[in-house]
């Protein structure tokens, strides 16, 4: 089955920047829609951002103008540029991809963002 690796969590200061990418790797699919997920300890899994094939992009209100998703979903791949990070950033952040026409969710496993001073 397809993978979705993610990389570039870590931990980075108030107002500091990270980086996250996510490739598919294993059975080459194609992806309608590539985003981001987040769940903060003790919350529900929340959208952060997502992107169409069509190029049209959702972000959830609190990361806009802080974060930008870039990729192509051709491709399999999406990045996330988060910048002025706040301590609420803190969540572990998952890849998701939506295959074409047939609808099957694809998950990665998650990678730690800690925003702390």
């Known amino acids: 089955q397809v993978q979705l690796v993610e990389s570039g969590g870590g931990l980075a200061q108030p107002g500091g920047s990270l980086r996250l990418s996510c490739a598919a790797s294993?059975?080459?699919?194609?992806?309608?829609?590539m985003g981001w997920y987040r769940q903060a300890p003790g919350k529900e899994r929340e959208l952060v951002a997502r992107?169409?094939?069509?190029?049209?992009?959702n972000y959830a209100d609190s990361v806009k103008g802080r974060f930008t998703i870039s990729g192509d979903n051709g491709k399999n791949m999406v990045n996330l540029q988060m910048n002025s990070l706040k301590p609420e950033d803190t969540a572990v952040y998952y890849c998701?991809?939506?295959?074409?026409?047939?609808?099957?969710?694809?998950w990665g496993k998650g990678t730690l963002v800690t925003v702390s001073s």
């Open positions: 998701n991809a939506v295959q074409d026409y047939i609808g099957t969710n694809y």
């Open positions: 992107m169409f094939r069509s190029g049209y992009t």
């Open positions: 294993g059975t080459i699919i194609r992806f309608n829609v």
